[in-house]
């Protein structure tokens, strides 16, 4: 009997042990194959983005991940682990453009609700170096809006917090912090450099304004975060040249200040919010209830300490613009930002009966017109942003044709139909000049405007597969 149990004893401990041993080759191999299929799979993203064809400079074949890891700054890494981690980016972008993203220098200032969204898009978008400043401190009033911050980092700098955790992410990005306040004394340590960008995430009118009118001087890239706070509609979010920021208080304070102080009329992209602020500055009580003076609590003179009440999301979205924005710059893609044009439907339908009505004086029927109320809003606010197609000057700003009653579409080529890939906006005096007149006209006398125009119309084709 006891030799029975010896035996069944035996088989039980070599089952376990056979079975031990079986889930750890399988795990070995696992990795093993999980690994190859890794860098099978980067290959095959690199060969249908951007490295198709391309041979390797060292004469080893076609280029791969090894040569991201070759031009990376220097970085010192498995080159596999940074090709994965940006595998979502090359995919998008293509090598050659991830790698202008990877070589890339940004300083943000400002590192609150907006500011540390944006640095943090910007580190796991691959940007390989970041100036960090800020001389504020985590407060746990903050952690409803910050991207990495928890408890254990009240009372640390802002900039020291987000470059402990930036180290986690993407160690291999070049991270500097400086606990510091931006001021004119402080422009030459913090601008120099030659950075690629510069976002400005400062609420403080004084430093926002002193920091863009050095970045216009410097002639340095900037993109200004306005009022985020007070605001709960994301969809109103825009990014447009500071003259045609509405709603805004900031906005308009920090415009007033640059066109008085140093002259800057415009030229400056922002993002900002369409959406009038929901509410207002809270009253600065003490302990006791008594309103006092917020100025007497002030750490550094200037600076708020009057609370703006934030909903967390808000300033998070400002800030992932901001990043998108920077990103899509550094890689060449062309994005279309949404125009700042108030119009409501039912400017769009009055737009599209005027049409109708030309078409019927015109040429005796409206038959042609081949469009309806919705492509009419595409076409005047997609393809023409609300103005004249001669008014389309990145200079124009606020001065903006919004009246419906001063526009009108039009065929640009008579001899094809009204479709949205040939009308243009025109002003009302402009309208009679245009119909006299003839597209190889047009084209000997104002060629820039006919290569603007059939540029214009040829991307609304190609948007609509016509």
């Not at 943000?108 to 910007?122: C, E, K, T």
């Not at 300490?305 to 909903?311: N, S």
């Not at 609300?386 to 008579?414: I, P, T």
């Not at 084209?443 to 540029?455: A, H, L, Q, W």
Request: glycine share 8%; with cysteine.
């Amino acid at each position: 009997m006891a030799g029975r149990s010896k035996q069944w004893l035996l088989i039980g401990a070599g089952a376990i042990f056979g079975s031990l041993t079986t889930a750890a080759l399988l795990k070995i191999l696992s990795r093993k194959v999980g690994k190859q299929q890794v860098g099978r799979h980067s290959t095959d993203f690199l060969m249908h983005n951007g490295m198709n064809g391309k041979e390797n400079p060292a004469g080893g074949g076609r280029t791969g991940c090894q040569d991201i890891h070759n031009g990376l700054l220097g970085f010192d890494l498995e080159d596999e682990v940074v090709c994965e981690q940006l595998t979502r980016n090359i995919q998008f972008f293509g090598i050659e453009f991830q790698q202008k993203v990877l070589q890339a220098y940004v300083v943000v200032i400002g590192l609150g609700g907006v500011g540390s969204h944006a640095a943090a898009m910007l580190l796991r978008s691959g940007v390989g170096r970041l100036l960090l400043v800020d001389f504020d401190q985590v407060s746990l009033s903050s952690l409803n809006r910050h991207a990495v911050a928890n408890r254990d980092d009240v009372g640390t700098p802002k900039a020291i917090c987000l470059q402990k955790h930036f180290a986690a992410i993407f160690p291999e990005c070049v991270v500097e912090a400086r606990v510091q306040l931006y001021d004119p004394s402080s422009e030459e340590e913090i601008l120099s450099g030659h950075p690629d960008f510069v976002l400005d995430c400062i609420d403080n009118i004084d430093t926002k304004v002193a920091l863009l009118a050095a970045c216009v001087r410097r002639g340095l890239k900037v993109l200004s975060a306005m009022g985020a706070g007070a605001r709960a509609d994301p969809t109103r979010i825009r990014v447009a040249d500071i003259r045609e920021s509405t709603n805004d208080p900031l906005s308009r304070a920090v415009r007033y200040r640059l066109r008085k102080d140093h002259g800057i009329e415009g030229g400056i992209p922002v993002v900002f919010s369409l959406e009038k602020p929901k509410v207002k500055l809270l009253p600065f009580k003490s302990v006791t209830g008594e309103e006092e003076n917020p100025s007497d609590y002030q750490i550094v003179p200037g600076f708020r300490v009057r609370i703006i009440p934030v909903l967390g999301t808000i300033p998070a979205i400002f800030g992932q613009v901001m990043a998108s924005y920077v990103v899509t710059q550094f890689s060449g893609l062309y994005v279309q930002t949404e125009p700042v044009v108030n119009l409501d439907i039912d400017h769009y339908r009055i737009l599209h009966n005027r049409l109708l009505e030309h078409e019927e004086i015109i040429y005796g029927s409206a038959t042609q017109v081949m469009v309806d109320v919705e492509e009419v809003m595409f076409v005047v606010k997609e393809l023409w942003h609300g103005r004249s197609a001669r008014d389309q000057s990145k200079d124009v700003g606020r001065k903006m044709w919004r009246s419906v009653n001063e526009l009108m579409l039009v065929r640009w080529d008579k001899s094809k139909p009204a479709t949205i890939s040939n009308l243009i906006l025109l002003k009302l005096n402009e309208v009679d000049a245009h119909e006299s007149t003839t597209i190889d006209h047009i084209k000997g006398e104002e060629p820039e405007f006919y290569s603007m125009v059939t540029s214009v119309l040829n991307r609304a084709a190609m948007d609509f597969g016509l």
